[in-house]
């Protein structure tokens, strides 16, 4: 599975995991934050051109750091519904 994201200047998605699902993101543009766990202080940014694997039962969350447009390309195994949200800004 393929996908494009926009993540906003200052927003992120969910802090997340997957039971079966693999992904990788390629950072397009801007610059990519990347959490990996439910400390919101702790997290690394990589900049455009990086990639960034996620394996199942890997806790993680993008983002976009202030000031900043990112834009991924995300490509996955099959299993789109399988998401297991830890937190989320949005209240899904």
């Known amino acids: 599975v393929g996908k494009r994201l926009v993540i906003l200047p200052g927003h992120r998605l969910s802090l997340q995991y ?3 699902k693999e992904e990788t993101v390629y950072v397009m543009e801007g610059r990519l934050r ?3 766990s ?4 702790s997290f690394k940014d990589l900049g ?16 976009s750091p202030g000031g900043v447009l ?16 830890i937190s ?5």
């Not at 995300?74 to 998401?83: A, F, L, R, Y």
Request: hydrophobic share 30%; no cysteine; glycine share 6%.
């Open 70 to 85: 990112t834009v991924l390309i995300e490509v996955s195994t099959p299993e789109i519904e399988d998401v297991v949200r």
């Open 18 to 20: 997957h039971e079966k």
């Open 48 to 63: 455009m051109g990086s990639v960034y694997h996620v394996n199942p039962g890997q806790v993680h969350r993008f983002g």
């Open 38 to 41: 439910e400390d919101d202080r």
């Open 88 to 92: 989320d800004d949005y209240k899904r």
């Open 34 to 36: 990347v959490w990996e």
